[in-house]
């Protein structure tokens, strides 16, 4: 398997813009993981669907943050407008509910918001 | 709330010593733990992951031991090498009706050739 794959997996871009961040589960995974990474906070989750319903978004800073998950291949992270602060890894997980829990990353996105 | 404390954030020892990594975590009622490695510009993988009920799980020179009670988890190394050099994450699963994690910030473990 290819494992979880980003994309992309770097971007930069500027204050006000639009950004969307892409991933696709493990085939057979039915839970998806979104974080963000800071030297400051550390990892964080900010949502996780299973079987492609949103189950946690608490952890989701505010309105400018939006994700999807249209199906069981594919997920958005969308960030509208981005603001500097907002700069950070964001890894996607997946997993198969009770096959173990253990959660498989992916490569992360390094987001730049200038 | 639930978290996750390691200390100490940086480690670095020679090549050959074994080593503990340390985790803590403020609610004891966990529903498993778990240990990833980080590798730099890399997501994580997973090394080991204790149930609630278990203390210790061991895989090759790895071996985690997790004590509910007293809110403590580690991470023990033996024979370090060079490869192992990396950072090393501790996340705790709360309960079984979340598949949420809460990580620690991480130890950066250097093994000097």
């Known amino acids: 398997d290819a494992g979880v794959i980003q994309s992309p997996r770097h971007e930069v871009t500027e204050m006000g813009q639009e950004v969307t961040l892409r991933c696709k589960p493990i085939?057979?995974?039915?839970?998806l993981f979104w974080y963000r990474q800071t030297m400051m906070r550390g990892l964080e989750l900010l949502i996780y669907?299973?079987?492609?319903?949103?189950?946690?978004d608490s952890g989701m800073p505010e309105d400018r943050f939006s994700a999807k998950m249209p199906n069981a291949s594919f997920s958005t992270l969308k960030i509208q407008p981005s603001e500097p602060r907002d700069s950070a890894v964001y890894f996607c997980a997946s997993t198969l509910t009770g096959a173990g829990d253990t959660q498989y990353f992916g490569p992360g996105t390094r987001l730049t918001v200038l | 709330k639930q978290e996750v404390t390691q200390i100490p954030a940086a480690l670095s020892v020679p090549e050959g010593e074994n080593l503990v990594l340390n985790c803590s975590f403020t609610d004891s009622a966990i529903y498993n733990l778990q240990w990833f490695r980080q590798d730099p510009g890399k997501g994580l993988t997973s090394l080991l992951l204790?149930?609630?009920?278990?203390r210790e799980q061991t895989s090759g020179r790895l071996n985690a031991s997790l004590d509910k009670s007293s809110g403590r988890s580690t991470l023990y190394i033996a024979a370090s090498q060079p490869g192992d050099s990396a950072t090393y994450l501790c996340a705790v699963r709360p309960g079984s009706g979340s598949e949420k994690l809460v990580f620690g910030k991480g130890t950066k473990l250097t093994v000097n050739p």
């Open positions: 669907f299973n079987n492609n319903v949103p189950i946690d």
């Open positions: 204790i149930q609630s009920s278990q």
């Open positions: 085939s057979g995974h039915n839970s």
